[in-house]
C-alpha cells in the first residue's frame, strides 16, 4: 500500500518531499497550526497526479461504499431505494441510480437490468480548475474570501456574485461566465459569504466536490430541469432568505438547509413529470407508490451524495439525522400537486396572524414557503429572462407529448405542442399558480423593494403573453380566411369562371 499512501496523504507528500524552506503553516482551519505545506509540482506533473489521485480515489471509494452506506446511521423513517439496503435497513439513492428516460423505460421490466448500471461520472479539469486545486494541494489557502474562481479568466464572475442578492441577476450569463460551472461556483460563494463553513466546520474541498457531484447529478440534455434551474432558484433562495421578516430570526441550520434544498430540490430529474412514470409503470413510481415520486427521488439521491461525500460525517449523529429528515421535508414541499396545501396553510397563518418565527416548525414551514416561490419564480424576473425560462420549460413539456405520441400513450397535459401554446400555458400557470402563491408571500414579508419588483414584473409578464396569445389568434384566425378564400376561388375556377 505504499504507492496508495503516497497518493492520498497529501501531508506526508510534502514531508518526504519537501524541505524545511519549503514548509509553511496552513490557515485552513480543520488543520492543525504548523502543518507542512506539499512542495510544488510542474504543470504536466501535476496534471497526471491530480488525474490519478481521483482516479485512485474513485477506485477505493468503491470498494468502500458498501461498507459505508451499511454502517451509516440514519433515522428509521428513512427509506429509499432497496438497492442500497444495508444491515441497519437504511435506505437511500445511490447516486446515478436513475437512467435518463428513454423508450427503455416503457418496457420497463425487460430492461430493468440493463438500465440500471452506475452513470460514469468524468471529471474534466479546465485550466481553472487546474489552477486551484494545485494551489490546495500544495496548501496555498487564499487569505481572501473563496469563490474557486481564477482570477483572470473568471474575474466578470467575481463581479457578478457582488451583486448575487439582486433580483435582476442573469444566471445564464453567470453560468457561461462559469464554464457551465454556474450552480458549484454560487453554493461555495453562498457558504461563505453566509459563515457556513466556518460555523459547521465544513472541509471545503469536500464541500466542492459535493456539490460537483450534484451539480453533475442534473441532466444537461433536459431544457428546463437542469443545474441552470437549480442555481437561479438557489439565487432567489438567497434573495428571500435576506428578507427583514425572515432573515431576523434564521439560524445557521435553517440557512444552510433552504440553499442546500434549492440546489439539490430537482436534484437526477429525468425530464417528464410524474403522470409519464406513473403511466410507464416505472420502478420510481412503484418504489414510492406513486406519491411525490421525483421528489422522493430527489430528496433521498441527494441524502445518497451527502453520505457519499461524507461532507456532514464529522457531526453528531443526531444532527445528521436532522438535516436529512429537513432537506426531505423541504425538497417534498415543492411538489406541484401539495400547492393548496401549503396555500391553504399560509392564508390560514396570515389570517390568525399566530406565525412565531421564534419557534423552529414556523421558520421551518416559512422556509418550505420560500423555496416553493423561488422554484415558480420565473415569471416574476425580468421578461428577457422570464421569457427564456418559458420557452424551455415548454420545450421539456414538447419533448415529453412527443415521446408519448411515439409510444401511442395519452399525451399529458400541457405536452401537445399542436394545442398548447406557450402563451397559453404561460397565462394559466401565472393565474392559477404564481399570483397565488406571490399574494401571500408578498403579505408575509411586507411591501420590500424586492417583493413589489416581483409583483410588478408578474404583472408586466402576464400583459406581454396575452398580447402574444392575442397575436396569434388573430394570425391563425388570418391564415383560416386566407385558407377559405383560397378554396372557393379553386372551385370557381372549376367551374369555368373567372375569379
Avoid at 457558504?191 to 459535493?210: E, K
Avoid at 434573495?239 to 425572515?246: Q, V
Wanted: hydrophobic share 35%; charged share 25%; glycine share 6%.
Amino acid at each position: 500500500m505504499p504507492v496508495l499512501n503516497r497518493f492520498f496523504n497529501v501531508l506526508d507528500m510534502g514531508r518526504q518531499w519537501g524541505t524545511e524552506e519549503d514548509r509553511m503553516p496552513l490557515s485552513v482551519g480543520s488543520q492543525p497550526f504548523g502543518q507542512p505545506r506539499i512542495l510544488a509540482w510542474e504543470l504536466p506533473e501535476m496534471f497526471k497526479m491530480v488525474k490519478l489521485i481521483w482516479k485512485s480515489k474513485s477506485d477505493l471509494r468503491g470498494t468502500k461504499q458498501r461498507g459505508v452506506l451499511e454502517n451509516e446511521d440514519a433515522p428509521n423513517s428513512l427509506s429509499g431505494d432497496a438497492r442500497l439496503r444495508g444491515q441497519t435497513g437504511v435506505l437511500s439513492e445511490r447516486r446515478g441510480s436513475y437512467p435518463f428516460i428513454d423508450f427503455r423505460l416503457l418496457n420497463n421490466t425487460i430492461y430493468s437490468g440493463e438500465i440500471s448500471t452506475k452513470k460514469k461520472v468524468k471529471r474534466l479539469l479546465s485550466f481553472q480548475r487546474y489552477f486551484h486545486a494545485s494551489r490546495l494541494l500544495r496548501g496555498i489557502v487564499p487569505q481572501t474570501s473563496l469563490y474557486l474562481l481564477d482570477e483572470d479568466y473568471l474575474g466578470q464572475a467575481r463581479h457578478m456574485l457582488s451583486k448575487v442578492a439582486m433580483w435582476d441577476f442573469d444566471i445564464f450569463l453567470f453560468d457561461r461566465l462559469t464554464n457551465g460551472n454556474s450552480l458549484v461556483t454560487l453554493l461555495c460563494h453562498l457558504f461563505n459569504v453566509h459563515g457556513l463553513i466556518h460555523h459547521f466546520q465544513l472541509d471545503m474541498v469536500t464541500l466542492h466536490r459535493f456539490l460537483v457531484m450534484v451539480q453533475e447529478d442534473y441532466h444537461s440534455q433536459n431544457p428546463y430541469h437542469n443545474a441552470v434551474h437549480a442555481a437561479d432558484v438557489t439565487q432567489a433562495m438567497h434573495c428571500y432568505l435576506k428578507e427583514p421578516k425572515l432573515a431576523n430570526f434564521l439560524t445557521p441550520l435553517d440557512i444552510m438547509l433552504g440553499l442546500l434544498a434549492a440546489a439539490a430540490h430537482d436534484v437526477d430529474h429525468p425530464g417528464v413529470n410524474q403522470p409519464f412514470l406513473i403511466k410507464t409503470k416505472h420502478h420510481l413510481a412503484s418504489l414510492y407508490q406513486n406519491v411525490s415520486v421525483l421528489e422522493n427521488h430527489h430528496w433521498r439521491s441527494t441524502v445518497g451524495m451527502l453520505r457519499e461525500s461524507r461532507l456532514l460525517a464529522h457531526l453528531p449523529k443526531e444532527e445528521r439525522q436532522n438535516i436529512e429528515q429537513q432537506l426531505g421535508s423541504l425538497i417534498l414541499a415543492t411538489d406541484i400537486n401539495r400547492q393548496n396545501e401549503f396555500l391553504t396553510r399560509l392564508k390560514a397563518h396570515l389570517k390568525n396572524q399566530d406565525l412565531k418565527l421564534e419557534d423552529a416548525p414556523d421558520r421551518h414551514f416559512m422556509l418550505q414557503i420560500a423555496l416553493k416561490c423561488a422554484d415558480i419564480c420565473n415569471p416574476c424576473r425580468l421578461w428577457e429572462m422570464s421569457k427564456h425560462w418559458s420557452e424551455r420549460v415548454c420545450e421539456e413539456f414538447y419533448r415529453q407529448g412527443d415521446l408519448e405520441q411515439k409510444f401511442d400513450l395519452e399525451i399529458s397535459p400541457l405536452c401537445n405542442q399542436q394545442k398548447d401554446t406557450i402563451p397559453s400555458i404561460q397565462i394559466g400557470f401565472m393565474t392559477y399558480i404564481v399570483e397565488p402563491l406571490f399574494e401571500e408571500w408578498a403579505k408575509f414579508t411586507g411591501n420590500t423593494p424586492l417583493s413589489e419588483n416581483m409583483q410588478n414584473h408578474l404583472r408586466r409578464n402576464k400583459a406581454k403573453w396575452r398580447n402574444l396569445l392575442h397575436k396569434q389568434h388573430s394570425s391563425s384566425r388570418n391564415t383560416d380566411h386566407s385558407g377559405q378564400g383560397t378554396e372557393n376561388e379553386e372551385q370557381t375556377l372549376n367551374e369555368g369562371e373567372t375569379p
